[in-house]
């Protein structure tokens, strides 16, 4: 058995062990690659592109080979009538002997962390007016209320939340005697649209995991670093063969220490490690004071713990190392700067020199488009004598093939003249206190930490949810695009929770087109605010941060080769 | 027996469904000559003789009548067509044995199952044998033919080996095997030489074993490969016998064939002695998995071996454990001592255990509810002796005993016995209680058997619904309330596969009406298609947000609608519009551009000339594009993007003529990459011209100037 996988975001161990896989390959059109096996099974996003692979893989097959193979399709989360539809106008519909699907939808990442995987997710609501992954969203949903109970309350803000819900409870409809009498885990389900806040993700996170995110990227939990850092140091060798090979790290909270600092503020990173270094070592001291068998036992027995307690911390020392050599840098003090200018409403409408620069001196498109999309969204668009300047200096400097691009980022909004000549960003601002000058970076007391001064949009929404509630802020949330609503779903009697004194309620917060690891880390925070009251769980299509989701939104075009 | 039949059953072509089925009589078919303007009737009973239906036969000439699987009944006429009715004499469909039997004619026909399905074997007026081994996935099989055959076999029978269905004949005093591609002689082992000629065969229930009865009344039998002679006996009768049966019950040793003539019923096994019965009236053998079926004018009797159980308990002066704790419990009834004394021989053996087991057993063996009674109270008695005796055995059988006692009554009239209804199945015996419209005894079973509401309840009210759905004397209207009444919002209740129904009976109207209370649009969307009200089924699918759906409705339309028509429907639906863009974005870019065209979306189309300047290789072509593209943007009245693609086409000419200039690539450099390209190798006077003719703000060209490499060309350039 082959297995062949599409998006290989799907933990196949486990299978792998169970049905003897013998290979698992990513799909590329052409040939199949060589292996010995009867079946082989194609794991699949019902996407179009993915079927042609697929049917291209199956006709080149079929001519070769003498022991016929089986071919077995299997789509992720959900079948879909219309690629089975065009598999058979390619004539190899037939050729597949089963043709099943795989339900899954929210994928586990973390202990509070689901998430769809779902790349295309914004660009395909927002761009496209595509609300296919909306659809599988509600079914996840769906399947996490059949498992964890009917969520009594939902609220939301946005079109796509408004979709979301609206589904759901027709599903709710569509299947009357299933009546749940599961006890509800969570009490709350608040759907966000990434397009209420436009902003968080724009900025740069500044805590550790935010950062470590922004710098090299986390995918599915694992994180590739330049391995000369982590080079084993060893007496004798000198550091003559340094690794070639990007190391390569999971991050979760699994890892005791990473779980203490991934949601810190970068800043107060530094001072947990050194902390940390002196408690192992004073562990690794106490040998000297162990005297008797008893003791020397019960050491050598806390060893393995004390000993990837000790490598954890080396590779996160590390870790930090490479990220302070690019925080210290100049040029990202600038941009964080200007980043910070802007979200605390200074001088936003004219032309930045900062960015200017930038554009001159060519450094990363993606920046700068992430620059001046914040400048936009933080002045409820810009002038038109400005938005033109950048998008000329932008065409001009980088190819005119990018007019595409910012045609689709003013699609989203992200992008956008000023039309009605107000700009309502400080009025925003100032009531959902987004701009807190008096951050504290080490021992925090407001979610604003996470962008050391910007609270995010999206998480203060939640917060105010919670506590006072929303009706507190009608004004600004009819300033904010789409509409809020709120649901009750009825629970049988026996189900409705008496709440204890002091006990928390759960809030599951669902991000539909992305949700940043700065904004987790916020969520987490208020978690565990002694007086908060409530839990969070978050959910998402796709975890983000500025640089993938501006480039989920990119047109690529290739000149062609002349 | 009720059906109070005036011919004798000889005069009638009779076909009774095995597991209690019900029977088909085609009468007068006999006597046609006789009057020929009386019409043959085609009646069908319960097992029970209640008439179920009775119509006039209208079509050809019929052979033979047989029962499918699923109690449908096959006619198969003298042409070869075989008419398909259900249970109450309505037509269904008919299909065709094939020319050769259209030409040759149909000589006998016999109705076989196996584990694919029901069969038809035929015999043509040629002598050769055409079979269909399922009706319901028709593959027509010309058997091979027998050599130098020139009359009729004087018996045949299907026979199914290893998933191979084969034919055996006899021709006087040969056998022959026929399977898909040859024909062979075949001789069974322990063949008495002096035989003669075979008369009759007999195949088992489970195609296990053959019985042979030949001119001089020997009958032989083993098993059906020929591999094996199992007895054989002689019988001194010298006409074949009118129906030759195998009576056996799974899983026993004892085998036995019952013969039918005239008057006279034959047991023979393997045994030197036979039994033999007079038969009063004209009798028919129904063979069934455990015994046979024996029907007449006035009676239904059932033959078959007395299971072990049952004879331990009733053998006179049995010892056996169950028959010791039945006499135990009698006694206890009485308050007589002696109960104690049986219970305590039982237990000293340590039988008590088995002592119950045997009479639940036997219990289920028992048709009399009285006997069943007294069985199933003696092992509840010899229960209480037993430490923790599992309860499931004895409770399990109340409940099927109840299910037979109500199915075997005479008007419901389904006698099957115990091992025939736990080989059937009690979601098939659902079903034929379905097909048999007694919905409200299928109910009953389902909630006394706390079977889970999909699997049962609303499974029948599905049926119900549909069988509701075919009543035309009833409006819409009520018919639709009706259904609604009874099912509300019964889960597992499929209202569009009722509407289906309805839309078959051609009732499209109805079918709406039903769609209706169709919670899932999902299901509401296939029907709507096939009932051509594709606008319905687009809105649907557009509701259930599933945007799969949403694709098929949009490309069923496309295929069903002219393309303007086509465009107009999608134009009043905006969900389905942008996913169908998506659809050509990927599929079909030139729609694409129909689309924006028609909806004067100058925008997309501008955006659209860019994209595709991308995909011409030439420079002319990519300036063509281009153009369109300006042409389009200023249509749009998006100045910023016209002037800018504008600039594009000329930077592109300039590009062309530097490279020809310069020998040394150009194109598709930034604008800002052409410029330090050029500083960089001193063209200062064209940068300079450049730096004019594109209007490049002081600012930038200040630091271009000055540093010249800051703008490091693009690794493109410098290949």
């Known amino acids: ?562 | 027996m009720e059906w109070g039949l005036r011919e004798e059953l000889r005069d009638c072509l009779v076909a009774a469904a095995p597991y209690g089925g019900p029977i088909a009589l085609l009468r007068n078919c006999a006597r046609r000559e006789k009057s020929p303007g009386a019409r043959p009737l085609l009646d069908t009973f319960s097992a029970s003789g209640l008439l179920l239906a009775s119509i006039p036969w209208k079509s050809g000439q019929v052979v033979q009548l047989g029962w499918t699987a699923s109690e449908d009944l096959l006619c198969i006429q003298e042409d070869g067509t075989v008419l398909i009715y259900n249970l109450f004499c309505e037509f269904k469909r008919h299909f065709s044995m094939g020319n050769e039997v259209l030409q040759n004619h149909v000589l006998e026909a016999k109705v076989f199952h196996t584990e694919y399905g029901t069969g038809v074997a035929i015999l043509t007026g040629a002598h050769r044998f055409s079979l269909a081994t399922n009706i319901d996935d028709l593959k027509l099989r010309r058997m091979p033919e027998v050599p130098g055959l020139q009359k009729p076999p004087s018996c045949w029978a299907v026979l199914s080996q290893d998933r191979v269905t084969i034919v055996l004949l006899a021709v006087g005093q040969d056998l022959y095997l026929l399977d898909n591609t040859s024909c062979s002689v075949v001789t069974p082992p322990g063949m008495s030489p002096s035989a003669g000629a075979y008369l009759q065969m007999a195949v088992s229930f489970n195609y296990r074993c053959l019985a042979l009865f030949t001119d001089t009344g020997y009958i032989w039998m083993g098993l059906a490969t020929l591999k094996e002679k199992l007895c054989e006996f002689n019988s001194s009768i010298r006409s074949p016998p009118k129906q030759m049966v195998w009576c056996m019950r799974p899983r026993s040793r004892q085998r036995a064939v019952v013969m039918a003539w005239d008057r006279q019923l034959m047991v023979v096994g393997n045994s030197t002695e036979c039994i033999q019965f007079v038969l009063d009236e004209d009798s028919y053998l129904v063979p069934e998995l455990d015994g046979v079926r024996i029907l007449s004018r006035t009676s239904h009797e059932f033959l078959h071996e007395i299971p072990e159980a049952s004879q331990e308990i009733f053998k006179i002066a049995s010892m056996a454990p169950g028959a010791l704790l039945l006499e135990a419990q009698k006694e206890y009834e009485k308050e007589s001592q002696k109960a104690d004394e049986y219970l305590r021989e039982i237990k000293d053996q340590k039988l008590l255990p088995e002592a119950v087991s045997q009479c639940i057993e036997a219990a289920g063996y028992e048709h009399e509810p009285e006997t069943q009674k007294s069985l199933l109270r003696a092992a509840s008695f010899g229960k209480c002796f037993i430490d923790k005796f599992p309860p499931e055995s004895f409770v399990r059988m109340c409940q099927d005993l109840r299910v037979l006692n109500a199915i075997r009554d005479y008007q419901i009239g389904i006698p099957l016995t115990f091992t025939q209804y736990k080989r059937l199945t009690i979601e098939v015996l659902l079903d034929r209680l379905v097909l048999r419209r007694l919905y409200p005894l299928a109910i009953r079973i389902c909630e006394y058997l706390r079977l889970s509401e999909i699997q049962g309840v609303s499974r029948i009210l599905a049926h119900w619904a549909c069988y509701k759905v075919q009543q035309k004397d009833k409006s819409d209207e009520e018919v639709a309330y009706a259904i609604n009444q009874k099912l509300g919002d019964t889960p597992g209740i499929s209202y569009s596969e009722i509407a289906a129904r309805a839309y078959d009976c051609g009732r499209p109207e109805l079918a709406i009406k039903l769609l209706e209370y169709e919670p899932r649009s999902g299901e509401q969307v296939p029907l709507l298609l096939k009932m051509k009200r594709s606008k319905l089924a687009l809105s649907k699918a557009i509701e259930s947000g599933d945007t799969d759906l949403v694709y098929t409705v949009v490309l069923h339309l496309k295929n069903e609608l002219n393309r303007g028509t086509f465009f107009m429907t999608l134009q009043n639906q905006p969900v389905a519009l942008s996913l169908y863009r998506q659809f050509c974005k990927h599929q079909e870019r030139e729609t694409l551009k129909d689309l924006y065209n028609q909806d004067d979306n100058h925008q997309e189309l501008g955006n659209f000339h860019v994209h595709s300047s991308y995909s011409e290789k030439r420079i002319e072509g990519r300036v063509g594009a281009l153009q369109n593209a300006v042409d389009e943007y200023y249509k749009a009245k998006n100045e910023f993007a016209a002037k800018a693609t504008e600039d594009q086409i000329k930077l592109l000419r300039l590009q062309r003529h530097l490279q020809e200039d310069f020998d040394k690539p150009y194109l598709d450099l930034s604008l800002h990459d052409t410029v330090s390209t050029l500083i960089l190798d001193g063209h200062h006077k064209k940068a300079e011209q450049l730096y004019r003719d594109f209007k490049i703000p002081d600012k930038r060209w200040v630091r271009e100037g000055s540093s010249g490499c800051t703008g490091v060309p693009a690794s493109r350039g410098a290949q």
């Open chain 1, 1 to 562: 058995m082959a297995a062949h996988l599409s998006s290989g975001r799907v933990n196949l161990t486990a299978l792998r062990e169970e049905h003897e896989v013998e290979k698992m390959f990513t799909l590329k059109p052409g040939r199949l690659p060589q292996a010995d096996v009867k079946n082989i099974i194609f794991f699949v996003r019902p996407k179009l592109e993915l079927m042609d692979i697929i049917a291209d893989n199956v006709l080149r097959e079929d001519r070769g080979r003498s022991p016929q193979r089986d071919f077995h399709i299997l789509f992720v989360p959900r079948r879909s009538l219309l690629c089975e539809q065009w598999l058979k106008e390619q004539g190899v519909l037939g050729s597949f002997i089963h043709r099943e699907q795989y339900s899954l939808d929210l994928i586990p990442f973390d202990g509070d962390l689901l998430s769809m995987e779902s790349e295309s997710a914004f660009k395909e609501c927002y761009l496209e007016s595509d609300q296919t992954s909306l659809y599988h969203a509600a079914k996840g949903l769906m399947t996490l209320q059949a498992l964890y109970g009917t969520i009594p309350q939902i609220f939301g803000k946005g079109e796509c939340a408004r979709h979301v819900a609206n589904m759901m409870i027709r599903m709710k409809r569509e299947f009357p005697g299933s009546q749940n009498s599961i006890f509800p885990v969570f009490d709350t389900l608040l759907l966000l649209d990434r397009n209420v806040d436009l902003l968080t993700p724009l900025a740069t996170q500044l805590t550790y995991e935010g950062l470590i995110d922004e710098i090299y990227g986390i995918q599915n939990t694992y994180v590739k670093l330049p391995p000369e850092k982590f080079a084993p140091k060893k007496q004798g060798e000198g550091g003559k063969d340094l690794p070639t090979e990007p190391k390569k790290l999971q991050l979760n909270s699994a890892e005791e220490l990473y779980a203490e600092i991934r949601d810190k503020n970068f800043n107060a990173v530094g001072s947990v490690l050194s902390k940390k270094a002196k408690i192992i070592s004073a562990a690794f001291e106490e040998r000297h004071h162990a005297k008797t068998v008893g003791e020397i036992k019960q050491f050598v027995s806390q060893l393995p713990h004390m000993q990837a307690a000790r490598s954890s911390l080396a590779n996160h020392t590390s870790i930090a190392e490479l990220i302070k050599d690019i925080t210290t840098s100049e040029d990202f003090f600038d941009n964080l700067t200007v980043e910070q200018e802007f979200m605390s409403g200074i001088d936003t409408d004219k032309v930045n020199n900062y960015i200017e620069d930038c554009i001159a001196q060519k450094h990363q498109l993606i920046k700068i488009l992430r620059l001046v999309c914040l400048q936009s969204v933080c002045n409820s668009g810009l002038k038109q004598k400005v938005l033109d300047h950048y998008k000329r200096e932008i065409l001009q400097t980088y190819g005119y093939e990018h007019i595409l691009t910012l045609n689709n980022l003013e699609k989203a909004g992200l992008l956008k003249p000023q039309t009605s000549g107000r700009n309502n960003y400080p009025t925003i601002r100032k009531t959902l206190r987004l701009w807190m000058d008096d951050v504290n970076e080490q021992n925090p007391n407001d979610i604003s930490y996470v962008y050391s001064g910007y609270a995010p949009l999206s998480v203060r929404l939640a917060q105010l949810l919670a506590r006072p509630g929303w009706r507190s802020i009608e004004e600004v949330l009819k300033m904010l695009p789409g509409p809020h609503f709120e649901e009750r779903q009825q629970l049988p009697t026996g189900l409705q929770k008496k709440r204890q004194h002091g006990e928390n309620r759960v809030t599951l917060v669902f991000f539909l087109g992305g949700v940043t690891y700065a904004e987790i880390a916020a969520l987490r925070f208020l978690s565990q605010m002694e007086d908060g009251g409530t839990e969070y769980v978050i959910a998402t299509t796709k975890l983000i941060n500025g640089t993938t989701w501006i480039k989920s939104l990119m047109e690529k075009l290739e000149p062609p080769l002349a």
